[in-house]
Every structure is written in C-alpha cells, then in structure tokens.
T-cell receptor, first 117, second 110 residues
Framework: NAGVMQNPRHLVRRRGQEARLRCSPM?????VYWYRQLPEEGLKFMVY????????ESGMPKERFSAEFPKEGPSILRIQQVVRGDSAAYFC???????????????FGPGTRLTVL | AQSVSQHNHHVILSEAASLELGCNYS??????LFWYVQYPGQHLQLLLK??????LVKGIKGFEAEFIKSKFSFNLRKPSVQWSDTAEYFC????????FGAGTRLTVKP
C-alpha cells in the first residue's frame, strides 16, 4: 500500500511566479491536510479538505494561497505570486476520515521543499 | 488559544543515555495526542499516539509516552537512545484540528 505521495520534492520559483504542489493521499483515504514547516517554527496547519470540499481553511493566508481536492486526481496547493517568505517545506497528510473529524491519525507525505529566489 | 509547546529546542545526548522530551498542550477538553519523528532527509512518521485508555503508550523503536491529564503533558521517553535516533521530534494534539509543537532536535553522539 503506497503511502502519501507528494511532488515535486523540490521546487524552485522566482518571486512573482506560481507554485503548484501536489499530494496523492493513501489509498482509501478521503481526507487531506496541508501543513507548512517554516524554519525554527515547526509545523503549522493550513487547510483540511475532503473530496471536492474545503472543511477548514483557518490556517491559510487569505491572499495568494488556495487548495483543492477534486473528485479525481491529487490535492493541489497553489501559491500565486510567490514571495521569499513562502520558502518552506510543505507537508501533506491524509487520513481515512472514518471518525468524521480531523482527529483521525494522519499519515504524512515526504514534503515539498519550496525555495523562492 | 489551543496550542502545543515543546520545552527543548535542541537536545544532545550520548548513546545509551535516557531521553525525555517534554510536551504540554493548552486545552481543557478531550484531546488526542501524538508524537511524530522526522529523520534527516525523510518525511514525518508516526511514533505513537494516545486516544484513550492506558495513559502509558508504547510506540515503535522503544519509545513510550505518558499522558498526565493534570499536568496537560505528554512527554516522550526512551530508556537508552541510539545514534540512529538522531532526528527531529514533533508533539501534536488534535483539538478541532491538529496543532504541532515547534519540534525538538535530538542529536545522539556515538
């Protein structure tokens, strides 16, 4: 059973470009979470999605960031007009969603390291 | 506000020393607790979790953690560390969503 997959593993963008990060959950998991790991700050929750629905986006910056989890295909975290401060590791996690909440055990992908030049 | 705090930013131990990493959370209600580990260059892995029942939880690789409700703590322990335990350790708690501590970097000297 493949784990959570994220691609690309490393992404370099210049200021003002767009970054698209992809996350494929574990087989059978219908819930996806995105986290950002800034240096020295630990992981911070960004957004929690089910298929075709955003459940909680309280951790997402209001501008330039968006996330989706379509019926088919991976979840996408999109950052428009990137700035240097967006440089971080972005982790995706998935859970089965059986408890109906975000308290299921989450399994993490390897992360995408975004570097903004 | 709901939060998780880890007391130590960086811990350095020699092999065979005992380990205890502190974790406290601030929330008065029901909470699920986790410890994750991130080995150098790798992704996060679940070490152990507590949902209910026995407050002393055994995890993988000889790790354990004790949930002390009165102290709002969930400290991670290992009796004898190995060089291969060098990693970053994250405590996490799920309230309405998951909150992570800032992480503790453990360096084990051979």
């Amino acid at each position: 059973n493949a784990g959570v997959m994220q691609n690309p593993r490393h992404l370099v963008r210049r200021r003002g470009q767009e970054a698209r990060l992809r996350c494929s959950p574990m087989k059978g998991h219908s819930h996806v979470y995105w986290y950002r790991q800034l240096p020295e700050e630990g992981l911070k929750f960004m957004v929690y999605l089910q298929k075709e629905n955003i459940i909680d986006e309280s951790g997402m910056p209001k501008e330039r960031f968006s996330a989706e989890f379509p019926k088919e295909g991976p979840s996408i975290l999109r950052i428009q007009q990137v700035v240097r401060g967006d440089s971080a590791a972005y982790f995706c996690a998935s859970s089965p969603g059986t408890s109906g909440s975000s308290t299921d055990t989450q399994y993490f992908g390897p992360g995408t390291r975004l570097t903004v030049l | 506000a709901q939060s998780v705090s880890q007391h130590n930013h960086h811990v350095i131990l020699s092999e065979a020393a005992s380990l205890e990493l502190g974790c406290n959370y601030s929330y008065g209600g029901t909470v699920n607790l986790f410890w994750y580990v991130q080995y150098p260059g790798q992704h996060l892995q679940l070490l152990l979790k507590y949902f209910s029942g026995d407050p002393l939880v055994k995890g993988i690789k000889g790790f354990e953690a004790e949930f002390i409700k009165s102290k709002f703590s969930f400290n991670l322990r290992k009796p004898s560390v190995q060089w291969s335990d060098t990693a970053e350790y994250f405590c996490a708690a799920s309230f309405n969503d998951m909150r992570f501590g800032a992480g503790t970097r453990l360096t084990v000297k051979p």
